[in-house]
């Protein structure tokens, strides 16, 4: 869908040399060869030359599916990684029904749900509007243990964690 020809200029997909810390799933260090090509590929693709008007539409169709599990979070990710490299304004109001709809109500605090306010409030943090700053202030855990903890964990790096 990404790479489709319409949500390109001139039609191709442009592509830019990656880099190992700019990949956005960190899971478990997953050593598959298939994941690593695909989080390759992903971080490879220029977003500056997309057309927003239509991919925009459809990244928020993707994050507006499904519920919070292990398969549509490590997709959300890939998705908000997306929404960060295409830098429109727009997003934001995109990240704040995505948080409000399939993030807010999940209770209690996970690794999984940190990973996607990170990377929410990543991409929020980017676009200096009110209802950017109020939607990251709204959603900062009191208690900032957890996130402490996670940041000093050996190995931890990455899109996430930067």
Wanted: net charge negative; with cysteine; aromatic share 16%.
């Amino acid at each position: 869908m990404v790479t489709d020809s319409v949500n390109w200029q001139d039609g191709k997909v442009i592509y830019q040399s990656s880099s190992r810390n700019d990949l956005p799933v960190i899971y478990y260090y997953d050593d598959n060869p298939y994941h690593q090509y695909y989080e390759q590929w992903l971080v490879s693709l220029d977003m500056r030359y997309c057309y927003p008007e239509t991919l925009l539409p459809m990244l928020k169709e993707i994050l507006s599916t499904g519920d919070f599990n292990i398969f549509t979070v490590e997709i959300w990710l890939y998705v908000l990684y997306l929404l960060e490299k295409i830098n429109h304004p727009s997003v934001v109001p995109i990240l704040i029904d995505f948080l409000e709809q399939k993030v807010d109500y999940k209770l209690f605090e996970s690794v999984k749900k940190w990973m996607i306010l990170q990377a929410s409030f990543r991409v929020l943090r980017k676009h200096d509007t009110s209802d950017a700053k109020e939607a990251i202030q709204k959603r900062q855990p009191e208690d900032t243990s957890f996130t402490n903890y996670l940041y000093s964990l050996p190995n931890t790096s990455g899109w996430l964690f930067n």
